[in-house]
């Protein structure tokens, strides 16, 4: 299953009885809920999407590339709420 799979046409989460065919448990579930909620809109059209996901923006400079495995998970999370 890949991470667009998880995403319906209108970039929702699938329904329970999806996962459930696929062996998931319900924590399973529950948990990627809570990720799929905390994802931003834009993020979640990326995904869906799927192919695009390895093109590389050309506007970013080398200045705005962080290094994450440096960083605290506080850090990372703050990133996409600027």
Known sequence: MKIGDILSNNSKSKSWDVFREKNFSLSDY?????IFC?????WKLLLKD??????IDKNVSDDDVQDITRMNSKAIYSIPVK
């Open 30 to 34: 529950l948990l990627l809920q809570g």
């Open 38 to 42: 905390t994802t931003l809109p834009n």
């Open 50 to 55: 799927g192919e695009n996901n390895n093109q």
